[in-house]
């Protein structure tokens, strides 16, 4: 069954028979993904907000040609799902991000499961009974974390310190997914306090399910672990030069104007594993607060920044590139602005030809914390190809 709208094949100037068969493979897949059945383990380990469902890059990756010595890269990687289903197709995969949650998730997705990972959480837990570490300075703790949750995380942040480093990444991921569930943040998705049931004793119990939770994730991944690497930056101070080989395929889906708010969403996690949100809400893309100030932002500012995106691309990119961009429309003052208009434009400019293009329904689901982005129903699947 087709569902998707309007799909169109862009008029490109040579398209040969194998062009024909992507875009038939393109134009016969079923972009809302309405009779989804797996899941794969590892997407659940973490909350992350506008993440791909992994069907999206898989589809993309099953239409595109690629060799196994394809580099695919995603700039704005998130939690990785563009990583981890390279990965399971045997690429080498590339990730850039500028959010250390998102990062944390998208490295211990693709790398191997630590040999001493469980050894370790035990022993992180063993040490959460004897041990009275000092609760760190964090705006607003009282406000957001019970007194006694709040010497647990931070007797639990203690230990994970002290345990091997190979361990670490498993231990934070774990941690960072039970913060908001002991805190007194309403879910995921509401970003208010509420009285909630939780204490101290929660913290030891949740974190040491959520070991359990990612360990088999991991253990059941059933491919070839290939190269990934994931880089925490700013990608618009992204050093090219930092690349081995050129980039065969980008799939990303890059955060908009005013739409979602990484940062915010993740902003207890950050303090807890000693990351400073304000930092990352400064140099963060479309983050809401840069449309609320003095000089606010406006859809120019993300032409500037995806143009800047492009011209890394470009330089990072290999003969005939893909450039799939999935990205949806931002509400700015009342205005809706077309996104995949302005990323059309700005990869023209640099030499980037629309291949396709089709509109994909958004899952309610989707949730963010900024409501007026909620009516906004439908995404740009965008495929676009570089120059020879
Ligand atoms: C739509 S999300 C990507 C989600 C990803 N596809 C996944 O499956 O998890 C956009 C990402 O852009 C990141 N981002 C925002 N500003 C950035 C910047 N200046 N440099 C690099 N990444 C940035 C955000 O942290 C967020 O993870």
Redesign the pocket.
Known sequence: MRTSLHATSLESPKVDVTDQEILRKLETTDWSFESRIIQHEVESVHP?????ISDLPAAILDALPSRPNTLLM?????????LAEGQRRGLQTIG????PV?CLIARVKTAPLPKSAAQSAAMVLDKLGNSAALVPLIPNLGHWFKGSVQAQLANLMQAISEAPAADQDFLKLAASSIIVRVSNQDSDTRYAAVDKPVTGSDVAKLFERACNKLYEALERRDYDLVNSRVIE????SFDCEDLEKKVGIFI????YPNA?E??LYHKYRMWWLGHDPLAVKQ????ARAHFFKKNHHTADTFIEQMSAVFEIMNFVAAPKAWACFVVGRSKIHGLIVDNAKIIEDVAAQAGFEPFFRTERVVKSSRKSFNLSHANIKTETVLILRGAQ
Do not use: M, Q, R
Not at 252 to 255: Q, V
Not at 283 to 286: A, P, S, V, Y
């Open positions: 992350y907000p506008a993440k791909f995603d700039p704005f990687c998130g939690s990785g799902t563009t850039v991000d500028l959010n998102a930056s700013d990608i618009l990303t889906s890059p955060p979602y990484y940062w140099k963060e893309i479309g």
